[in-house]
């Protein structure tokens, strides 16, 4: 089964896990809880959102691009990364200014939302991980 691993340098982020599908990922889950079932890798389509100013569109935001893979936060090793970016929130990280968790080498490698009004998933950037057997 496969593990993630910094792309940069090799450090394995996640426990081993086996690929499993946008249909695995529960959208109807409460705040707090994971939308990923523990110990699946889900490759995500690009999230992106509308951004409004007065009732007007002014932009989008990016929460993850394409290809970015979702798990649940209990398939993360946690001695592997430490907190980067913008890391907001009132008892976890809100996770929506972008990537917040960077590899133990400085290497920017994933998205965490941990806060207690999102739901817990950590997302990593598919340009800045790689499957490790």
């Known amino acids: 089964m496969p593990s993630l691993a910094c792309g940069r340098c090799g450090h394995l982020l996640t ?7 946008s249909k695995q990922r529960d959208e109807t889950v409460g705040d707090g809880q994971s939308p990923i079932p523990n110990g699946l890798l889900v490759r995500m389509a690009e999230d992106r959102v509308p951004v409004y100013q007065s009732d007007k569109q002014v932009g989008t935001h990016l ?3 394409e290809g970015a893979i979702a798990v649940h936060p209990d398939s993360v090793r946690r001695d592997a990364m430490v907190s980067a970016g913008i890391d907001e929130g009132c008892c976890g990280s809100g996770g929506h200014n972008g990537p917040n968790r960077a590899c133990n080498c400085g290497n920017a490698v994933a998205t965490e939302w941990s806060d207690c009004w999102t739901w817990a998933e950590v997302r990593f950037l598919p340009d800045a991980v790689v499957e490790a057997p």
């Open 15 to 21: 426990v081993e896990c086996q690929w499993g599908t």
């Open 63 to 65: 929460y993850s691009p």
